[in-house]
């Protein structure tokens, strides 16, 4: 999950609202007209040592086969389990198929991403989405920062699993975009519901492959608070320049990611940008940051980013499992000891998202510096009483790093 996902050198700022207020009043990210232009504005052109290289060889990533794991056949899931563990300790991405996502649903959500992308920008943006907040539409983040823009347009939706709030998403898309988007907005919730359960699955493997109970993270997410993405990447014209998702760890828990047949989607593996193959088939999924520390460093969260091409727009859909706001992040027993030591202080989702989209611009060190900033602020807490994020009037009490913001 870029946050969306564009890296910064790793320090904390508190002044990125007057850079913000700059960019407001004249870039506007209208994909329409940018993609046949020329030249690119150098907002999105990204530094040489980042910009993507020629073609990035294809890494070879695990198809895990979950029909008879999902038929309930023991040996099955034993082996899932062991490949599964395999590749979280490498690098955190496999593939999976046979999932049992209906085919039509997912070609339905790819579907009613082209009809919302190609609306006139002043319709995408009844659902327009403001600072801090996790559900609605933006072109690039061009009200957020101002370099290093991702060359894509988005539309984010929250999901709870929650039993009584499952029409959620249907609701948002029917007050922000309008009676006609009521069907769009159940196909969402649809896909979000499929992807919830799919990701319980995933974790039931995922609990085998660390030796904890099968059933402890698929309890620990049954209630998810998570976020569904819908990634829309037009064409451009110097993609040589830029990147459609720039280089970032998912500061979630788990990511499924379907991408369509264009192709983009790149990891760094022992320092090389490797690309994963696009197939309609199969899911992509991740390890993110929050998991990492929730299985207390053995699972790895891995750096990934997504380029552009001259002709063909390109879409992805990611959902991001994370837990419910209100559960702590802490690994199970299992996974702590005298040779593996607590690595993360504990910590809620909310917290860590509050500090990517207010603080901190995702990069491979967002796990790292959140859990150097938790402690510092734990300290600080010790000496002024107050718990980190509280806020004074327009201060808030982030330890040294003291933040101030409208
Ligand atoms: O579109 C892709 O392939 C990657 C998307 C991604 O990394 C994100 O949305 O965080």
């Known amino acids: 999950m870029a946050s969306d996902s564009i890296t910064s050198k790793p320090s904390i700022t508190a002044d990125h609202h007057h850079a913000k207020d700059d960019l407001e009043k004249s870039l506007v990210f209208d994909a329409q007209v940018l993609r046949r232009q020329s030249n690119i504005p150098q907002q999105f052109v990204w530094p040489d040592h980042e910009k993507p290289g020629v073609d990035a060889p294809e890494l070879k990533v695990p198809v895990i086969d979950l029909g008879d794991f999902l038929s309930g056949n023991p040996a099955a899931a034993m082996e899932a389990s062991r490949v599964v563990g395999e590749a979280c300790k490498k690098h955190g991405f496999f593939l999976v198929a046979n999932h049992g996502v209906d085919q039509r649903l997912i070609a339905h959500a790819h579907s009613y991403m082209d009809d919302f992308f190609q609306l ?35 539309f984010s939706f929250s999901y709870t699993a929650e039993k009584n709030s499952s029409k959620n998403i249907e609701e948002y898309c029917h007050e922000r975009m309008g009676e006609d988007f009521a069907e769009f907005g159940k196909v969402y919730q649809n896909y979000c519901e499929a992807m919830s359960n799919l990701a319980l699955g995933i974790m039931e493997l995922i609990g085998m492959s660390l030796g904890v109970s099968r059933a402890h993270f698929r309890e620990y997410f049954k209630d998810n608070d998570s976020i569904t993405r819908l990634n829309y990447y037009p064409p451009c014209q110097k993609p040589e320049l830029t990147l459609g998702t720039g280089p970032h760890s998912d500061p979630t828990s788990l990511t499924i990611l379907h991408q369509d047949q264009v192709g983009g989607l790149q990891v760094l593996v022992d320092n090389e940008w490797r690309s994963i ?107 002024c009483g107050l718990n980190p994020g509280t806020r004074v009037g327009q201060d808030e009490c982030y330890g040294r790093a003291k933040m101030v913001y409208t």
């Open 120 to 154: 006139p920008l002043p319709e995408k943006q009844k659902a327009q989405r403001k600072i801090g907040e996790s559900c609605g539409y933006a072109s690039s983040f061009t009200g957020r920062f101002s370099s290093k823009l991702p060359w894509k347009e988005t």
């Open 277 to 383: 193959s696009s197939n309609f088939d199969t899911f992509v999924i991740n390890i993110g940051d929050t998991f990492m520390a929730l299985s207390n460093g053995i699972f790895k969260s891995c750096l990934h980013r997504a380029v552009v091409n001259s002709q063909t727009p390109r879409k992805s859909l990611a959902f991001f499992l994370c837990p419910k706001n209100d559960k702590m992040v802490t690994p199970p027993n299992e996974l702590v000891d005298t040779c593996n030591p607590r690595k993360y202080p504990d910590f809620t989702w909310p917290m860590l998202f509050e500090f990517t989209q207010k603080h901190y611009r995702s990069d491979m060190n967002t796990l790292e510096m959140f859990s150097n900033w938790l402690q510092e602020n734990i300290s600080c807490q010790r000496t």
